[in-house]
DNA sequence: TATGAATGAGGCTTCATTCAT
DNA sequence: AATGAATGAAGCCTCATTCAT
């Protein structure tokens, strides 16, 4: 029995050592990617890398496109766990927390969203793994399934313009989208400041769209006079 | 003489012929690269699409990565001179014009737009470019420093929060970068509208910062005065 | 004692168990090779057809080559039984039953002697196993020396034309290695009936090379009364 | 007009050099293939022995196998014209003279035809080149509609046994077949004299199904007294 | 000057074989 | 004794770039 018990052990470790494996795989790709930018990164590499050989690469996935989906799909869950937080948030009465869960997500590392943006237009590109790249898209439109609920919740509420529900949250997808873009941007000159920066961005990100901003233009509002 | 004058007619000619060619090289490239996707476009296919050998090519552009560098950087001066326009505009009484007509620029042609990030991502793992692409940057740069300039005057007159200057637009940029991005991307269930939600967001990145804003949530506008 | 014996038991049974696995083992390879093409047999799917591990496989032979020299073998094995029957029954007075048994023997499952014949060839480029082939060869030899004993008292007879001995069965065992190949040859059109032709292929087997042939052409039958 | 016509003349005869190397690609490949060994050849070495780059194969060949099915196609193209003569001449009152043109044919280069059996084996088992070997079938389903009618008249001569027309040819092509590989087995011993061994099979080859050799097996036959 | 044929480095992937457990 | 995870050699193919004509 308990020699059973102990071959159901290790069964189980050598299963944990092969996730960690393929864990170390996506690090060891992921830090390929950004420190050597995406065409210089090869599965040979990535093997070295880890320290493995380039075969077992394989064992974990069937071509190195599927590494570069992996990446993609680890990263969409995490922005859609932060997106959950936020929109339960929100719903217990801080309208803007959403928004602010989705920023914090995406800017949290701005140089991974980077590098997973323009891993999807790559893999775009590529056929035979539509399959896979829609299950990215499920994954994203289970969460505007949510913010489509939570958005028209707070337009409801007078908190949002009304406007169509999701122009809020597409636009706040395209601000960050940006912003992170913008934290990599080596074009721009004055930039001791990038944390500063952020937040200014996200602060627009979280009110923007608010109900109050557009009046203040059309109407009165501002002792502008 | 007139013999002369005719040589150096020719040569002028010929020159013009030449920087035709140029032209529809870097036109036909651009079309491949947006029909085709960035991997798929060769060399060859550029010079067959010109009706030029690939050994032509070669005459006008060093490598294909001179190429991308020249799409880029016409691209980048046409921005520069829409933005030249909008921030004469704005320093003739109306505030919103540079980012008007910066968004305007950027989101007349948003696929073309959007492949210029993918190329630019592309070339910053190149080595042998870096010239170039200080080239771009320092085009940018200039910009930047107009836009300072504008956006201190805005400060100053009260048109805009009393951020760094440059917050105001780099905020635009990354808004308008991410409207382009969002215009492509595949995951969005909700979109039968684009053209609506693009003016959405073009309003958002000429109001966003505008000093009553904030306040205006506040409640009572500011007793700035 | 009693402990001894049961020990040898254990020890023969063992040895059984391996010699069915062995076999087992040849046989999966047989149908995959069979069922999916050579190129696309791995040891890996032979041993999960077998249902064992792939190590076990290298513990019955040595290197995958081995396994189809074995298939060669085993098959040429059965071969040299029913010829032996065959000569037998042509000693003893049915001059064809030696070619008729060769013929069933090889047309009783085509698409196994075309394997085999493929295999050879494969073989026949590797390296290292040179000691194996020429352990085919030998048995094919074998026959061949009773064949030769068998055709030259046949020819001493007047059932067989007079040529070397040889000829009469090399020519018999050249039209069954193409009646196989035509048997799987995918560009004949008119072949509804292919177990006519198989026997129509194997009278001429049967009787090809037989005196009366040729002299029946020139003139007056066989002194055979 | 001489300048002109100098161009042309240049033109054609790249051509013509071209055309000359893809020559030269198969006939290398095809003594590679030949001396090594299908397995051991591979494109590299095919480049090398022809004395060009590896790119260069491919400016000819879209694919390796495309080199191989071109030597099948050429091969099978020299077969049809050596069947077509001799059925012509069958035609004009020498009823052998297709079976032998055929035989001839084949078994000029008997290591050639052997190759080409094997290499469509190999062909068969991989995908995306059924149009090709559909291209090869046809060519031969042409010559097998040729045979038929020639069949179909010895038939109706009373020169050959009265069976499906197709029976004879396929007899025939089974025999040939099954010669080619005879001459390579390494098996047989005997065989100092394979000249004369193979006119024995071509002429039971050509004389097989011939109406008179079974009537002779039944009874009376040839007024030949 | 324009050409495009020739090149070959370099990437991805497969699978027979080994060996530690 | 049995296993199967790990390995890495080897093959096919692409395409940017060169250079002789």
Redesign the pocket.
Known sequence: MSSQSSSTD?IRE?KK??LD?EQRIIDAALELFLSEGID??????I?AAV????????????????ILIRIMLDYEHNITNCLAVGITKAQSGDPGAAAKGYFEARLARPELDRLVQHLEVRLSEVEDIAPQLEQLHQLRRSNEDSLNGLMSELIEKGVLEDVPPHFHYLACWALAQGAVELAFNKSWNYRTDSKELMEFISNIGVTMGNRGQYHNVDGNKTGSK
Chains 1, 2, 3, 4 share one sequence.
């Open positions: 290790r050598k050592l092969f494996r210089r990164v090869t599965v040979s590499k093997a320290g493995i050989g380039k075969g077992t690469v394989y064992k974990h996935f069937l071509t190195k496109n599927e």
